[in-house]
């Protein structure tokens, strides 16, 4: 214990003494530990679960119940929800008198609705509901003015509204704003909350988690899962208190996602040990003098070992408990502004268990950086240290051997872990080459410093003296390879997957079409839908559509199969004439209409078609299914990614069927402040309009998150490792400016150090990152059997992290100052 309670000291002393040295291991070691640790505890905090969302969700109440549409099949489950659509018979709406009568003596309901308020040219949420009553406690807290009354409002922070502005609902009477209420978690809601509010038809956009109209119940006693089938039989979705509260059981464990944990806990740990290596190597050079003299007293190579070993227990220890305070306040103090710009938060919460095993994780990762040059200084001679010379650094000939090994098994591990559900297994044979390039690293800085004597003499100095110092530039170098290899790989792996999502995407309806629908109804009401329907689109030509039906009166809905993307999908078939055909293609096709004429099915979807054949099945949630097989052609739709089938009203009559008009399509666009929602279930509550808007995604902007970090990872290591060297190079640029070389090519001198370290960990790391990229790309957008994986390379972000981030760090390499201290000449 006395010879490690030595080394600690000696440790402490020596990290005080060198305390820009100390500084920046305590960086290099504890930014990953922070950010980590950040992002934990930020994600813990922004985490609401059920429990904790609870008052915002049913205030005070015991229950919310939903009312479902007509014709709606409603089944709950204690481990989530089921419910299909389709019915003919419209469920009847219950009154607040049955609605009690179910809940039992003593429950007391209030109405509670949500859905869309049009304001202009956006769509806000709405809450119908009085916040006056105690049942709504805890819904939404008031930040100013009070809480509305009839034909008043109140509004979150988000909506930009003072009490006595006006709220202008589009197609309503003016609403005035009384007050600024805000939800407890979600400080970003666009909200307008009022007892009476002109809601969009929630028909029209029904969940059971987002829009529907319904009541907040207090009741005598808990709705518990034994009252749910009779409430749902009622058709009323129910979420009640004691549902919520109910102790979910534990998730069993995942042997993947496991292995995926493990891996990024390797990439972590392997990063910061090559980050702050280079630190520690340099920090060897200047003490070998002093390591040698305590070896000449009698230390022992264990001695020497203990030593600096010590240097990267006390400096991990201390970077990991520093970088483990900031990243749980930086976690806490931002969660509430990162909530304003999207998502929601709660009360501080720290995972103890995680952020206890990264910052446990930054320290063992101090110590492993200092593991090689303890290795070395019990490996000096001490006799060469005290007489002044440089010790010889031996070369390991099986080095090269064992990474090209490592390399080989983990490509062989890629290959297999391609075929395999899942990107954990991809990550760990990643772990492996990584491992197998850092091991081969020293080799790789070896023989590219073989082209040192073909450029200029600023470079030639700086590459040499990056081979000759060949530890410390083999760990930045292989830092930035690590850095390359998983921001390349996640690029790709991201960018495929938003690639095959859109060529992915399949509409029945070419973009820019809108579709009026309407349910079940008569003639008559039918009619006078129509009528409404071209009095809003006045010039606007319309393509009908039908239903069918059989002689029982029963509605029936025409199906095929088929795969789409290793799925096996099902589509409605249309039905319609040469006006709805000309619209899906967006022009007139002979063939097309020629094969509609004669009886014949169109067919948009190559994969439906057997041997000119469609195969039907008719399905009605009250009559028998039926199958059937029909002649079809294939046609060309009026855009890339469109799908769906065509079929003539003679085709479904001749199987048995009755038509009926009920669908109208035109290709028209409602612009922002369009009321044709609300004036058409104004006329009847059944109808559904819904407007094609095509693919609306964009990639990912996470990606250039990654840029962002990896320019941070790569230009922050590189920097130190040229810091490093600039300090170890302090003779030879001595001798340089006594020669009379300008400061502008000692600064060309520091910066060949960063552009040699960064562009050759780049070009190494793309290879790596290019390998596990594809090889992500596979789990990530393959979606069933016989679907093709989609690899898409994003060559902009490809390109910004191979050539960018050199260039970054070489730039500012070459602003650093490189003003030498003056010395002094000795007096003859």
């Not at 030595?6 to 920046?24: E, F, P, Q, T």
């Not at 990439?267 to 190597?281: I, R, S």
């Not at 199906?559 to 099902?570: D, F, S």
């Amino acid at each position: 214990m006395s010879a490690v309670r030595a080394a600690l000291r000696i440790a402490r002393r020596n990290a005080w003494r060198s305390r820009g040295r100390s500084a920046l291991i305590m960086v290099m070691i504890g930014l990953p530990v922070l950010v980590i640790t950040a992002m934990l505890t930020l994600t813990e905090t922004m985490n609401v679960t059920p429990q904790e969302g609870l008052a915002a969700e049913l205030g005070a109440a015991d229950a919310r119940l939903v009312q479902v549409p007509a014709g709606t099949v409603l089944h709950q489950q204690p481990n989530g929800t089921g419910w299909t659509t389709g019915g003919d018979a419209a469920a009847p709406r219950l009154s607040a008198a049955e609605v009690v009568e179910l809940l039992g003596p003593g429950a007391r309901l209030i109405p509670f609705s949500t859905g869309v308020l049009r304001l202009g040219s956006e769509r806000v949420d709405a809450r119908e509901t009085d916040l006056r009553d105690p049942v709504t406690r805890g819904m939404r807290t008031l930040r100013e003015g009070r809480f509305p009354t009839a034909g008043e409002v109140a509004v979150t922070p988000a909506i930009g509204l003072r009490p006595g502005d006006l709220l202008r609902p589009s197609g309503a009477a003016p609403l005035t704003v009384v007050g600024v209420v805000e939800h407890p978690h979600r400080p970003s809601l666009r909200e307008v909350v009022g007892p009476d509010l002109p809601l969009a038809p929630s028909d029209a956009s029904w969940s059971v988690f987002e829009y529907g109209t319904g009541w907040l119940a207090d009741t005598a006693k808990p709705v518990s899962w034994t009252d749910v089938p009779a409430l749902n039989k009622a058709g009323l979705f129910v979420t009640s208190r004691t549902m919520i509260t109910a102790r979910v059981p534990a998730a069993p464990f995942d042997v993947r996602y496991a292995v995926g944990i493990g891996a990024m806990v390797i990439m972590v740990a392997l990063e910061t040990v090559l980050l702050a290596g280079p630190a520690f190597a340099v920090g060897l050079r200047r003490r070998r003098r002093e390591l040698a003299e305590i070896a000449a007293q009698g230390g022992s190579a264990g001695h020497l070992r203990t030593i600096v070993l010590a240097d990267g227990l006390v400096l991990g220890g201390a970077a990991a408990l520093v970088a483990t305070v900031l990243g749980i306040g930086a976690g806490a103090l931002g969660a509430p502004f990162v909530a304003r710009w999207g998502g929601q938060v709660g009360a501080a919460a720290v995972p103890w268990a995680p952020v206890l095993g990264v910052a446990a994780l930054g320290l063992i990762a101090g110590v492993v950086a200092a593991l090689v040059p303890a290795v070395q200084a019990a490996r000096q001679d001490t006799a060469t240290v005290l007489a002044g010379r440089a010790p010889a650094v031996a070369d390991r000939p099986g080095w090269p051997l064992a990474g090209a090994v490592l390399v080989l098994a983990g490509l062989g591990a890629t290959v297999v872990a391609w075929r395999q559900p899942g990107s954990a297994w991809v990550w760990a044979s990643a772990v492996l080459v990584m491992i197998g390039l850092v091991v081969l690293t020293p080799w790789l800085v070896r023989h590219t410093g073989r082209l040192a004597a073909r450029l200029r003499l600023p470079l030639r100095v700086s590459v040499r003296d990056a081979v000759r110092n060949q530890s410390r530039t083999a760990s930045a170098v292989a830092a930035v390879i690590a850095v390359t290899a998983t921001v390349v790989a996640v690029g790709i792996s991201t960018y495929s997957e938003y690639m095959d999502r859109r060529n992915a995407y399949t509409s029945a309806r070419p973009t820019g079409m809108l579709a009026i629908w309407g349910g079940p109804m008569g003639d008559a009401a039918w009619n006078k839908l129509r009528a409404e329907a071209a009095r809003q689109l006045p010039g606007v030509p319309l393509a009908a559509g039908y239903h069918a039906k059989d002689a029982q009166g029963h509605r029936y809905a025409l199906r095929y199969t088929m795969r789409w993307n290793g799925i096996r999908t099902r589509r409605t078939a249309a039905i319609g004439d040469q006006a709805l055909l000309r619209l899906l293609q967006g022009r007139h096709d002979p063939p097309a209409a020629a094969a509609l004429a004669s009886g014949k099915a169109v067919v948009f979807d190559p994969a439906a078609l057997r041997d000119g054949k469609l195969a039907l099945r008719a399905s009605s949630t009250s009559g028998p299914p039926r199958k059937l097989e029909v002649p079809a052609v294939l046609a060309t739709p009026a855009d890339q990614h469109q799908g769906g089938a065509l079929l003539p009203r003679a085709l479904v009559e001749q199987a048995g069927f009755s038509t009926a008009e009920r669908q109208l399509y035109a290709m028209y666009r409602p612009p922002a402040d369009s009321t044709i929602w609300r004036d058409l279930a104004k006329v009847s509550s059944r109808v559904t309009v819904a407007s094609e808007e095509g693919y609306r995604n964009v990639p990912d902007p996470s990606l250039w998150g990654w840029l962002g970090g990896a320019l941070v990872l790569v230009v922050g290591g590189t920097l130190a490792a040229t810091r490093l060297a600039a300090a170890d190079m302090r003779p030879e640029r001595a001798t340089m400016a006594a020669i009379g070389a300008p400061p502008g090519t000692l600064r060309v001198i520091v910066a060949g150090q960063a552009l040699y370290i960064s562009g050759l960990g780049a070009l190494v790391g793309l290879a790596a990152g290019m390998v596990t990229g594809v090889a992500l790309s596979r789990p990530t957008t393959t979606h069933g059997a016989g679907d093709p994986a989609t690899t898409a390379i994003p060559w902009p972000f490809v390109i910004a992290v191979v050539a960018g981030l050199p260039v970054l760090a070489t730039v500012a390499a070459l602003i650093t100052r490189t003003r030498l201290p003056l010395t002094g000449r000795p007096r003859a």
